[in-house]
């Protein structure tokens, strides 16, 4: 369900999006402005996942068990065979 958002631009924004959506053959400015904000929305996720794997690496380091070396050699025969397969 779509629903409606007015938005106001200066008369030198709407010349820009008037612009883009000609050049970018966009149909018209509200396909333009989903574009920017699904845009925003994937940056935005970036960002979060960006943070969420720096708190994860600031944690305390653990020391590599023989457990944690075989599951890794384990991981890496089931991709080599899954690029030769």
């Given at each position: 369900m779509s629903t409606t958002m007015n938005i106001s631009l200066p008369e030198t924004l709407k010349d820009f999006?008037?612009?883009r959506v000609r050049e970018a053959d966009f149909s018209n400015p509200s396909d333009y402005v989903r574009h920017l904000i699904r845009?925003?929305?994937k940056r935005a996720a970036q960002e979060k996942l960006?943070?969420?794997l720096l708190q994860g690496l600031s944690g305390a380091p653990t020391a590599l068990?023989?457990?944690?070396?075989?599951?890794?050699?384990?991981?890496?025969r089931r991709r080599?065979?899954?690029?030769?397969?």
């Open positions: 999006v008037r612009d845009e925003d929305q960006d943070a969420l068990t023989a457990t944690d070396l075989d599951a890794l050699r384990a991981e890496a080599l065979a899954g690029r030769q397969g």
